[in-house]
Nanobody, 127 residues
């Protein structure tokens, strides 16, 4: 059973950089064909895909967030990390990590593409 666990600061100030980490257990982040996404859900809004890192370490980002986003990984710790810079209150959301499969023809922005999810971590941007 694969498990994902997000961690990070609950409250950050505007203009700061947020670092969130997803720790994976029960499966390796370099398992062939798997990719690992960050997804968020602002209050009262739809889920928004942020980006992913694949089993090879390649990354793909949502164009709307690309300029402020970086995803990296540490295979020795079986973790991957989201960096989101220059945050504003509009970045307030529950942030999730999830696992997808690159053999699927679906979009990484679609909820049904993911078989395992973390429970989510709240990030609030406020001064």
């Amino acid at each position: 059973q694969v498990q994902l666990q997000e961690s990070g600061p609950g409250l950050v100030k505007p203009s700061q950089t947020v670092y969130l980490t997803c720790t994976v257990s029960g499966g390796s982040i370099d398992t062939i064909y798997k990719y690992w996404s960050w997804i968020r859900q602002p209050p009262g809004k739809e889920m928004e895909w942020i980006g992913y890192i694949s089993y090879t370490g390649s990354t793909v980002y949502n164009p709307s967030l690309k300029s402020r986003t970086s995803i990296s990984r540490d295979t020795s710790k079986n973790q991957f990390t989201l960096l989101l810079s220059s945050v504003t209150p509009e970045d307030t959301a529950v942030y999730y990590c999830a696992r997808g499969d690159m053999r699927s023809s679906g979009s990484p922005s679609a909820r049904e593409e993911y078989d395992y999810w973390g429970q989510g971590t709240q990030v609030t941007v406020s001064s």
